[in-house]
């Protein structure tokens, strides 16, 4: 069975400033990870994943994340932190068999104050 | 840019009645899915579709649930006989094709009442 944790409810961060939103995984094989976000009223955006390669992905909106197979964690990242990026973000795991469904952490909210 | 679409966006219904959630997945997409977030928790997997046949289903979609690809568009979620917990967010996914490290892309979700 797949799993993801996301440890923290809501992050807080100041304009301007860099963020991360954290996310660690368990599953067998190997990992295939993705992160979304979901402003409100509204359905799930992609931003970014990993399949594999460079442990750093970059993706929409300035976005990145930083695979870390010993630690099973998959964090996102931003250098600095807008307002409109307030949002849910979504963590989600899928593997190398199956038809790849997506099982998700329970979300984290952002909110970037001004 | 192409974008799944899903109708309606919100639809209130009463316990014991059936509903049909509507989904316009990508155009070549092959693989089809619906997932659901109950008020306040996690996205949730229901199902997956492939090759006019359910690939993948959860614990969740028991037999109140079906689904369909009536046409070479559209794809439906179908409740028999809707219950509270059945009270959601309701989406649709759909993705390419092979290998499995394609993304997934979603509708923007029908929000499901049950009175």
């Known amino acids: 069975a797949q799993s993801v944790a996301q440890p923290e409810d809501q992050v807080n961060v100041a304009e301007g400033n860099p963020l991360t939103v954290k996310c660690t995984y368990s599953?067998?094989?190997?990992?295939?990870l993705f992160w979304y976000v979901q402003y409100p009223n509204r359905g799930l955006q992609f931003l970014l994943k990993?399949?594999?390669?460079?442990?750093l992905v970059k993706g929409s909106y300035g976005f990145e994340a930083e695979f870390n197979k010993s630690q099973t964690s998959f964090h996102l990242k931003k250098p600095s932190a807008l307002v409109s990026d307030s949002a849910l973000y979504f963590c989600a795991v899928s593997h190398d068999s199956g038809y790849s469904t997506l099982t998700f952490g329970k979300g984290t909210m952002l909110l970037v104050s001004p | 840019e192409p974008e799944v679409t899903q109708t309606p966006s919100h639809q209130v219904t009463q316990m014991g009645q059936e509903v049909i959630l509507r989904c316009v997945p990508i155009s070549n997409h092959l693989y089809f899915y619906w997932y659901r977030q109950i008020l306040g928790q996690k996205v949730e997997f229901l199902v997956s579709f492939y090759n006019n046949e359910i690939s993948e289903k959860s614990e969740i979609f028991d037999d109140q649930f079906s689904v369909e690809r009536p046409d070479g568009s559209n794809f439906t979620l179908k409740i028999r006989s809707t219950k509270l917990e059945d009270s959601a967010m309701y989406f649709c996914?759909?993705?390419?094709?092979?290998?499995?490290?394609?993304?997934?892309?979603f509708g923007p979700g029908t929000r499901l009442t049950v009175l």
């Open positions: 990993y399949i594999t390669g460079d442990n």
């Open positions: 996914a759909s993705r390419k094709d092979s290998p499995s490290t394609d993304t997934q892309y």
């Open positions: 599953v067998s094989g190997n990992p295939y």
